[in-house]
């Protein structure tokens, strides 16, 4: 324990001298777009990227496009290339959801130097990266490792660090799940990694997101719509914005009934999207986010229930 003190101490120390090189205003290509969409699968990816024409209205209002490791390790260099010619040409910037705080990597700068090499292949293929969003720091290290807030706090800000360092002009948020913690855990989270930040020079978060389970409203189980609601009002107080994924929280129900669909999908995010807005909140920006493998179709967004569908009905009802 003496060991790792000081190593932390050290790793601070560190931080410190380089925090005043790490505070670089995001590029304009770089800003909080309003709508992001990731893609249910990789092979649904491609049939966007191969058809653009099969979702042209529902391609016209998003801003970003999320993707992780595994959509670039399905893909040849010449794939690369054409991809980021691809979103180029639609103005729509890349967003990649990383690990700060994983199984393989507990510690902020480990985690950056094992997953700097993927980064940089896009780099090298003339891609920008607009922004990083970190995939449950705080979730991974207090619930699946059994580590204390303290080290998430400083590991994180580590990790922050490295990135901010490395691409300046990127953004960086944080995702976390709600309410598998409370809104004053959020809030208490967010206030400490952002005091940290402060501590160290480096420019706090651009964004926080929350990824909601919003089956667990239901019949008063756990966390409330208007709990979710004070989450975005703290961080518009401490300057943040707030960010909020839209998915088919049902999904176990609907399979276990035996009635999983398409229909599932697009039925999930249009209440999430109807709920939220009853509270009179609007986020910042709107994530429509599939990781269930649902749709099976991506395409195209004048056929009922594909994703580009609900992606361009979900716009056009509740993104302000």
């Known amino acids: 324990m003496v060991q790792i003190g000081k190593r932390l101490q050290m790793a601070a120390a560190l931080l410190l001298v380089a925090g005043a090189t790490v505070s670089a205003t995001p590029s304009e290509s770089a800003q909080l777009k309003k709508l992001v969409i990731n893609a249910p699968s990789t092979d649904e990816l491609k049939q966007m990227l191969a058809e653009e024409g099969k979702w042209k209205d529902a391609r016209s209002a998003v801003g970003s496009l999320l993707l992780v490791e595994g959509n670039f390790k399905k893909m040849s260099n010449d794939e690369l290339d054409a991809f980021i010619k691809k979103i180029d040409a639609w103005n729509i910037s890349l967003e990649l959801e990383v690990g700060a705080i994983k199984e393989w990597a507990h510690e902020g700068e480990k985690s950056f130097t094992v997953q700097k090499s993927w980064w940089d292949r896009i780099t090298k293929h003339g891609g920008e990266i607009s922004s990083f969003a970190m995939d449950g720091p705080r979730e991974n290290a ?179």
């Open 142 to 320: 207090l619930k699946t490792l059994h580590l204390s807030e303290d080290f998430a706090v400083e590991q994180v800000a580590q990790f922050i660090v490295n990135v901010r360092r490395t691409y300046p002009q990127a953004l960086i948020g944080d995702v976390e799940p709600y309410p598998a913690s409370t809104t004053d855990e959020h809030n208490h989270w967010i206030d400490r990694l952002e005091q940290r930040l402060k501590e160290l020079g480096v420019r706090g978060l651009d964004f926080y997101r929350t990824d909601v389970n919003w089956v667990a409203f239901k019949g008063g189980q756990q966390g409330s719509w208007a709990g979710l609601k004070a989450i975005e009002d703290h961080c518009h107080a401490k300057k943040i914005k707030f960010s909020l994924v839209y998915w088919a929280s049902d999904y176990p129900l609907a399979k276990a009934a035996g009635h999983l669909n398409d229909k599932t999908w697009y039925d999930g995010i249009m209440t999430a999207g109807h709920a939220y807005a009853q509270t009179g909140a609007v986020p910042d920006q709107f994530v429509i986010e599939s990781w269930i493998g649902l749709p099976k179709e991506a395409i195209p967004d004048s056929k009922d229930y594909t994703f580009t569908r609900s992606v361009r009905d979900f716009e056009r009802s509740y993104v302000h």
